[in-house]
T-cell receptor, first 111, second 113 residues
Framework: LAKTTQPISMDSYEGQEVNITCSHN???????ITWYQQFPSQGPRFIIQ???TKVTNEVASLFIPADRKSSTLSLPRVSLSDTAVYYC????????????FGSGTRLQVQP | DGGITQSPKYLFRKEGQNVTLSCEQN?????MYWYRQDPGQGLRLIYY???????QKGDIAEGYSVSREKKESFPLTVTSAQKNPTAFYLC????????????FGEGSWLTVV
């Protein structure tokens, strides 16, 4: 399973764009990249998933370069409610593999 | 998430006791997982199951046991062999061929008293 590396923490202010990068140098050909958000005492929630290039949904964008050795989660115009831990998960079809999370990035949004 | 029910939400255990955490899902997902999270830390995989009557150890299986007799249910027993069981436990499910999209329950807090 591809090992992931993320910054331990990040700080931002309301209204700013936040970019969180995840490194996954040994990503395999059939691996997907998925980001999750976790609030205290809750289970992580799916944010966005991609395989290559760029993916955008109503809450975030995911940028994946051609070599796929890293990915960047972009949160536009963050608010206080975006304060959470963000996890990058890299792996193939869930039916054939365990899913191991990294340590995550703790994002603190200030007013 | 709405289709995954963990119970109880809070549980207190005396040292030397076994306790069982329940996880039930109505999402018809094949795979189920148990994670442990210590305060301020990431998620660590305890056990996972891909099909009924089959399960595999994760990174920290010692002191835990599971069963998968039904597709909908994946209970976790924390045995007395687990020396430091106080933690937040999360159950999760996933469908095959979903590109590692995993859905989590609300979690259970276990405290040793």
């Amino acid at each position: 399973l591809a090992k992931t590396t993320q910054p331990i923490s990040m700080d931002s202010y309301e209204g700013q764009e936040v970019n969180i990068t995840c490194s996954h140098n040994n990503i395999a050909t059939n691996d997907y990249i998925t980001w999750y958000q976790q609030f205290p005492s809750q289970g992580p929630r799916f944010i966005i998933q991609g395989y290559k290039t760029k993916v955008t949904n109503e809450v975030a964008s995911l940028f994946i370069p051609a070599d796929r050795k890293s990915s960047t989660l972009s949160l536009p115009r963050v608010s206080l409610s975006d304060t959470a831990v963000y996890y990058c998960l890299v792996g193939p079809d869930t039916g054939r593999r365990a899913l191991t999370f990294g340590s995550g990035t703790r994002l603190q949004v200030q007013p | 998430d709405g289709g995954i029910t963990q119970s109880p939400k809070y549980l207190f255990r005396k040292e030397g006791q076994n306790v069982t955490l329940s996880c039930e899902q109505n999402l018809n997902h094949d795979a189920m997982y148990w994670y442990r999270q210590d305060p301020g830390q990431g998620l660590r995989l305890i056990y996972y199951s891909q099909i009924v009557n089959d399960f595999q150890k994760g990174d920290i299986a010692e002191g835990y046991s599971v069963s998968r007799e039904k597709k909908e249910s994946f209970p976790l027993t924390v045995t007395s062999a687990q020396k430091n069981p106080t933690a937040f436990y999360l159950c999760a499910t996933a469908q095959t061929a979903s590109g590692n999209t995993i859905y989590f329950g609300e979690g259970s807090w276990l405290t040793v008293v």
